[in-house]
């Protein structure tokens, strides 16, 4: 069965902060997409990883993908309030785009 | 990138009744899934809606309690049935990938409260 743990499941920063989302997975996949969700809103997409070594930026996130590891990170350089959100690592199953997702992580930037 | 439309975008329900969710989506699609995200909770698939065929269900979820039709590639519709207040969530269409073959592309959800 796969899994997929995020962590940390709540992190509060300071404006201009560097910090790192993990995102570990049971088993192998040929897919990892990261999501941000605002409350009350749908998810976006934000990026979507297909290889080992993968790594994708926009703007303050970049993410990255290590397949041997089974471990995805974002990382979020010189926070800033808008990027207060929680976000989402889902890896996909079986080659399907069904998507078994992480817990998500509610990131708190204060100005 | 496909725009997904989903109807209604919030309800409250009486405890008992059903109620059905739409999904439209801008282009056709092969793969249409619905999900369910509980309060504060991350997402739990609930099925794939197969196109001409009875949908593919995840385990803990059965078609008599959330019926799935989709009549073809662009749309698709979930019932949940005899709500209980357990049934309170935010349900999402999504849909991929598209044409890039890329990214999963998700509705703007349906929030249900049940009382």
């Known amino acids: 069965e796969l899994k997929v743990e995020q962590n940390p499941l709540f992190l509060s920063m300071q404006e201009g902060k560097n910090y790192t989302i993990y995102c570990n997975y049971s088993?192998?996949?040929?897919?990892l997409y990261w999501y941000r969700q605002d409350p009350g809103k749908s998810l976006e997409s934000l990026f979507v990883l297909l290889s080992n070594g993968a790594v994708k930026q926009e703007g303050r996130l970049m993410a990255s993908l290590d397949t041997k590891a089974r471990l995805s990170t974002l990382h979020i350089t010189a926070a800033v309030h808008d990027l207060s959100a929680t976000y989402f690592c889902?890896?996909?199953?079986?080659?399907?785009?069904?998507?078994?997702w992480g817990a998500g992580t509610k990131l708190i930037i204060k100005p | 990138s496909a725009v997904i439309s989903q109807k209604p975008s919030r309800d409250i329900c009486q405890r008992g009744t059903s109620l059905t969710i739409q999904c439209q989506v801008d282009?056709?699609?092969?793969?249409m899934f619905w999900y369910r995200q509980q309060p504060g909770q991350s997402l739990t698939l609930i099925a794939t809606?197969?196109?001409?065929?009875?949908?593919?269900?995840e385990s803990g979820f059965v078609i008599d309690k959330f019926p799935i039709s989709r009549p073809n590639l662009t749309f698709s519709t979930l019932t949940v049935s005899n709500m209980s207040p357990e049934d309170s969530s935010i349900y999402l269409c999504s849909v991929g990938p598209d044409s890039s073959g890329n990214t999963i592309y998700f509705g703007e959800g349906s929030w249900l409260t049940v009382v």
């Open positions: 088993t192998t996949s040929d897919r």
């Open positions: 889902a890896v996909e199953l079986d080659s399907n785009y069904q998507l078994i």
């Open positions: 282009s056709q699609v092969t793969m």
């Open positions: 809606a197969n196109q001409g065929s009875e949908a593919t269900y």
